[in-house]
Every structure is written in C-alpha cells, then in structure tokens.
C-alpha cells in the first residue's frame, strides 16, 4: 500500500489552526469528520489520544505521525497537515512540530499500518522533501509531492 493510495486532498490542510498539542491533534483528525471510511470520529480521537498519551508522536525534525488503530474506520485513513505556527508536541528531539501525519487504521491491519508508518517516516526523513511540504500552499499540491517522493524513494 502507498502513501499516495490514502492521502486526499479533501484531508490535507495547509495552515492548520491551533496553539497547542491537543489543538492541533483535535484540527488534524476533524479533517477526517467527512471520510467515508470513518464510522466513529469520537472513537478515532480516542484512539489517537491515547495513543500519544503512551509517548508523543512527535518523532523530531518538526515532524509529528499520530496514529491509532480503531475498529471506528472501515479501512486506513489518513490526513496530512501543517501548521500555521509552530507547536510544541514534546518531540524526541525537543524541536517545535509544523508536519503532521495522521494515520489510523483498522485494529486488524496491523501490517498495512506499520509499513505505511514505516513509508511515511522514511519519507519525512528527507531534509528537502520537508522543505518543499512547508512552502507547499494548497493541499493538491501536497498530495502531488507525496506521489512524486514516493514513486522516485520506493520501488513502487
């Protein structure tokens, strides 16, 4: 499964509000409140919420992947967004987060998620590729980044 098999414009936000943590998370799963693919919204934020309660998900390099697993989805969904200013998200590294992934899968997926978990932080590992994703100004253009990235990383 690929990164750009998931990820939808209707699901990316290029100045996602919020000053804090709980904020920011909060704007990042409500861009999911139209999927298809989501049965419980409240039930996804639970998962994602106790998720980082276990240890935050902000992975350095002003990148943050919060993810869960959840029978609420039918299938794995996925958001993407930055942020308008920089959050604290008690990073490994201590750095302000400005990227977020959002990924949240069926409780029975566990291989899918952890591979997708896997490609996208391979991916956000790339000096350049996080560049280009903050100066990105519309959500087409960062869904067309990611197919871009992917199809020239992976062999695909």
Not at 39 to 50: M, Q, S, T, Y
Request: aromatic share 8%; glycine share 6%; proline share 4%.
């Amino acid at each position: 499964m690929k990164i750009s098999d998931i990820l939808q414009e209707e699901f990316v936000s290029t100045k996602l509000p919020g000053k804090n943590k709980e904020e920011v998370l909060n704007f990042l799963i409500d861009l999911l409140k139209n999927s298809k693919k989501v049965k419980d919204l409240g039930k996804v934020r639970e998962a994602i919420f106790d998720r980082e309660k276990i240890m935050s998900t902000g992975v350095g390099k002003g990148f943050a992947i919060p993810h869960g697993k959840t029978d609420a989805v039918t299938d794995i969904v996925a958001a993407f967004a930055v942020t308008s200013e920089p959050i604290d998200f008690q990073s490994l590294d201590g750095e302000p987060v400005r990227l977020l992934f959002l990924l949240v899968g069926r409780d029975n997926m566990v291989g899918p998620h952890i591979k997708l978990l896997s490609r996208i932080s391979r991916l956000m590992n790339k000096d350049e590729f996080r560049k280009k994703l903050l100066t990105t100004k519309t959500p087409s253009e960062i869904v067309q980044l990611f197919k871009d990235e992917e199809a020239s990383y992976f062999d695909i």
